[in-house]
């Protein structure tokens, strides 16, 4: 049997048009059966309740990244939190922390974006592409099938607590994905570039309190790749050092 | 006025592979409804095709192969020479996405791994773990970011502007700040996506309304082959969440509540393999006539991992296994999972020949929104992705072309008459009105996949052609609730809802009028398939009334003459 429960949504309402409105509170009852998302039921109050509420979503699956959220203080993809899995009558719910808020529950992420595209996060070659493929072993492959997973919902980005102190910080995401092709036995970056991240803005501004790890809703562990990239650049930087590196580009 | 050589719209494999192959000769600009990687083609999870021949079990894989596994998967109704096109560019595309930095799996020897998918002689498909689409559109997006191709991020479409059938541009609207935008191009190419969500069960994305084929069938264009619409055999119970062909390429097993594999009573030759059509139908038919398993959400059939074991499904297929436990909170590893047939993917849309271009000089589309046609009356899995990112690529050449001819000259006169007949729109949907678009589209999206379904019979199908004049006539005292421009999430979807009636009508009205069954259109009343009458295509073009007038067009056929389709 199909049981339905009446939950009360309280969704945190804002509008960057009308500043001189303070973000508030506006509570929504609303009967869920067992096994809703979150999300569908957004979708309902939207359709039902209060059709001016705004909030982003798209695959419904949790592979787009759309709809990540604070859902009773706890960041998750709207898609794939069940209502019922919070044990509680109340849901509250909140935009992403660390970006400016649009309307509602949908956040500007043009600073989130600016960050992933500055670490250049595309494949670098220096050499000419064979006729095939280019050959990749699959152990080295599976090296970044965890960052490959990052679906840029930039659920670490809130909740990463070196951003939330408003530094210019570059964030989680955007070193997973530059690891990702750091790693990557095709990619030919000189080594050099990566003297861009190499400060406070960059991989030594992580405080290492791991909460991007906890918040990634796909299991990638963004702390990881800043460890990785700080060893790299270590690496570099005795080879440098004792003139070893060839890295002359 | 903005003004551009190539307006793009879309920021899926399509719409982005065409941006980075004019970006350097051309002002391009791209609009897309959400941002580029939250585009449907990310959902896509099995993998695409091209006849590389790394296999093992496929050393002699061929195009041709490729070409003819297609064209019979269609039930004869592709046109041949564009699958031939597409099959030959599908080898130097999946190289090239390769060298872009696409991160395939891998055989063992280092090349690209490829796997058996349904109606292929061959294991073709080419795939990235079971997240095959995540990774195709993050090396596209990434490629764009690279070139610096100009996105307009959270813009849609409200009108395509066409003068005495030549494009002028669109008439678009910035979601974020409320305002809309003519923008003026020489060329204009959709790449907008499928029309799922005209049905309440389907596997795709909420954005995928269909509604940039309804804006072309408005502005004039023809579109073709409404009427055929897959239904993928296996989407988890409840959600219709995707469940990938993958899983039984891999070896999983179709199980009925007898707790038999029951498609060897159906085509014991292809078994589980066999085309989505076939399937999808076997496992309704199972589902008919008893044998399913009961759930308070459903019938359902199980999909059974568990004998291919943990380690290669959490190589192969972790996608599907994240799934299961987020959404049903079962892992295949332990459990079979309930599934069931749901529409999932549009085979018919803006009509285009092998260049993508259409009955309207300067507007192109290319991708899921285009009807070539390359997959006929029934696609084979891993071809949608290959088809979206060839026919990305086909329509730079095309478009190159046409802008060498330099007396193209858009003229703003147009967009800015159409500019106000849309603010007209947008405000009758503001201030009168008393039917909740939600009502609507929940009605004709019940009628849809009720009676423009799995099955289909005359008497079903006059029932949706009626609901749907009803559903037109509602349509006209539809109100939003705000009147609020800017982030007003409910006004795009009115806006879009009236293009997804326009399309529900053409689908049914094609369904109807096509007495026979092919592929994915099966007729109860007419269970075969018919060559004499109906080797042809379905034209719908918007008549001077409004309503849809249908038409039909020759199949192209080459070297391959059509025959009983065998698994």
């Known amino acids: ?249 | 006025m903005l003004s551009y050589d190539v307006l793009i719209i879309g920021g899926g494999l399509a719409g982005l592979r065409a941006a980075v192959g004019l970006c350097d000769k051309y002002n391009v600009g791209v609009l897309s409804k959400v941002h580029p990687v939250r585009s449907h083609s990310i959902a896509a999870q099995g993998g695409i095709n091209a006849a590389l021949a790394n296999s093992p079990h496929g050393r002699d894989d061929t195009r041709e192969k490729h070409a003819f596994d297609t064209i019979k998967g269609s039930d004869y109704l592709a046109d041949q020479n564009a699958v031939e096109i597409m099959c030959s560019e599908a080898i130097k595309v999946v190289y090239e996405m390769e060298h872009w930095g696409c991160p395939f799996s891998r055989f063992p020897d280092g090349s690209i791994a490829q796997r058996p998918f349904g109606g292929a002689g061959y294991p073709r498909t080419c795939y990235s773990a079971d997240l095959t689409g995540h990774a195709l559109l993050n090396t596209l997006n990434e490629r764009a970011i690279a070139k610096g191709v100009n996105i307009y991020t959270e813009w849609f479409v409200l009108s395509l502007v066409a003068d005495n059938n030549v494009c002028h541009g669109v008439i678009a609207f910035d979601l974020i700040n409320g305002e809309i935008a003519p923008i003026l191009a020489k060329t204009t190419l959709f790449a907008t996506g499928g029309y799922g969500r005209v049905y309440l069960h389907s596997t795709n994305a909420l954005i995928n309304t269909g509604s940039g084929i309804g804006i072309a069938y408005k502005a004039g264009a023809p579109i073709k082959d409404m009427e055929f619409v897959q239904f993928h055999p296996t989407a988890l119970i409840g959600t219709n969440i995707l469940i990938t062909e993958a899983a039984r390429g891999e070896g999983g097993y179709l199980i009925n509540k007898n707790g038999e594999r029951f498609m060897a009573h159906y085509v014991p030759n292809a078994m589980e393999l066999a085309p989505r059509d076939i399937v999808s139908r076997s496992i309704q038919t199972e589902i008919d006539e008893g044998r399913g398993f009961e759930h308070p959400l459903g019938k359902y059939i199980n999909l059974d991992l568990r004998h291919l074991g943990a380690r290669n499904i959490l190589e192969k297929l972790p996608g599907i296994r994240n799934i299961c436990i987020d959404f049903i909170g079962l892992d295949p590893i332990l459990e079979p999972i309930p599934i069931m047939p749901c529409q999932h993917y549009s085979m018919g849309g803006i009509d285009t020949n092998e260049k993508c271009e259409t009955g309207i000089s300067g507007f192109y589309a290319a991708g899921e929104c285009a009807c070539v046609s390359v997959h006929g009356a029934n696609r084979l899995g891993g071809n949608s992705l290959l088809d979206t990112i060839v026919f990305g690529k086909l329509a730079c050449f095309a478009i190159d072309e046409y802008l060498r001819d330099n007396s193209i000259k858009p003229d703003e006169k147009f967009l800015l008459s159409k500019k106000e007949e849309m603010e007209k729109k947008i405000y009758r949907l503001m201030y009168r009105g008393n039917e909740k678009p939600y009502r609507i589209l929940a009605d004709l999206s019940k009628t849809m996949s009720d009676c423009v379904g799995i099955f289909r019979e005359k008497t079903c199908l006059e029932q949706a052609l009626r609901d749907i004049d009803k559903i037109k006539e509602r349509f006209k005292d539809v109100c939003v609730s705000s009147s609020t421009m800017h982030m007003n999430y409910e006004l795009l979807n009115t806006i879009e809802l009236e293009y997804m009636i326009e399309i529900a009508h053409t689908i049914a009205l094609g369904a109807y009028l096509r007495e026979e069954s092919r592929g994915a259109h099966f007729r109860k009343d007419f269970n075969t398939r018919n060559d004499t009458d109906w080797l042809k295509h379905t034209i719908a073009r918007i008549g001077k009334n409004g309503q849809p007038v249908i038409s039909y067009k020759d199949v192209v056929i080459t070297d391959y003459q059509p025959m009983e389709r065998q698994y």
Do not use: H
């Open chain 1, 1 to 249: 049997m199909i049981t339905a429960n009446e939950y009360m949504f309280k969704i945190l309402r804002y509008d960057m048009k009308e500043p001189e409105i303070q973000p508030y509170f506006k509570s929504y009852r609303i009967k869920v059966i067992s096994g809703l998302t979150v999300l569908m039921t957004l979708l309902r109050i939207r359709d039902e309740i209060d059709g001016t509420l705004s909030f982003r979503s798209s695959c419904r699956s949790a592979v787009c990244g759309s709809c990540a959220i604070v859902i009773n203080g706890k960041i998750d993809l709207a898609c794939r939190s069940q209502v019922a899995s919070f044990g509680d009558k109340t849901i509250v719910l909140e935009p992403l922390p660390n970006l400016e808020i649009i309307k509602d529950l949908v956040v500007d992420m043009t600073p989130f974006w600016d960050m992933y595209e500055n670490v250049k996060p595309y494949l670098i070659r220096k050499s000419s592409e064979p006729e095939k493929e280019i050959l990749q072993g699959e152990d080295e492959r599976k090296r970044i099938d965890q960052y490959v997973n990052c679906i840029l919902c930039a659920s670490c980005y809130g909740a990463c607590p070196v951003l939330s102190r408003g530094t210019d910080y570059i964030g989680p995401a955007a070193f997973a994905k530059l690891e990702r092709f750091v790693l990557d036995s095709r990619d030919e970056r000189p080594l050099r570039s990566l003297e861009e991240i190499n400060n406070e803005k960059g991989v030594w501004g992580c405080d290492t309190m791991l909460r991007c790890i906890d918040a990634c809703p796909k299991d990638v562990r963004p702390a990881d790749s800043i460890i990785g990239l700080r060893k790299t650049l270590l690496k570099y930087k005795a080879k440098k050092i004792f003139g070893m590196t060839n890295d002359e580009n």
